[in-house]
Nanobody, 123 residues
Framework: QVQLVESGGGSVQAGGSLRLSCVASGYTYSSNCMGWFRQAPGKEREGVATIYTGNGGTNYADSVKGRFTISHDNAKNTVYLQMNSLKPEDTAMYYC????????????????WGQGTQVTVSS
């Protein structure tokens, strides 16, 4: 049984930082893609950052480049999203996701999803 469990969300003021964590269990995710997505009320789910655990290659949405950093710790089966210089428009439910092989931004291509963790940024 594969489980992805996110944590680290919360409420912060604009300019603040949060670090999200996603612990994977029942899933050997070496050489696979892990991603962070977000969904704001009334909007579609969108990709934020992905990491290919085989070589550590990363991709970021333009809206978060330079502010967010995705990383992974294979020994802990954990993927992180460090979020700095947060803006009110970053407010959303953040989801961790996993898929086999290479990364993409296609939501439907991810096989496993966490329950999400809420991030709220106030101005």
């Amino acid at each position: 049984q594969v489980q992805l469990v996110e944590s680290g969300g919360g409420s912060v003021q604009a300019g603040g930082s949060l670090r999200l964590s996603c612990v994977a269990s029942g899933y050997t995710y070496s050489s696979n893609c892990m991603g962070w997505f977000r969904q704001a009320p009334g909007k579609e789910r969108e990709g934020v950052a992905t990491i290919y655990t085989g070589n550590g290659g990363t991709n970021y949405a333009d809206s978060v480049k330079g502010r967010f950093t995705i990383s992974h710790d294979n020994a802990k089966n954990t993927v992180y999203l460090q979020m700095n210089s947060l803006k009110p428009e970053d407010t959303a439910m953040y989801y961790c996701a996993a898929k086999a092989r290479l990364c993409s931004w296609y939501v439907g291509g991810f096989d496993y999803w966490g329950q999400g963790t809420q991030v709220t940024v106030s101005s």
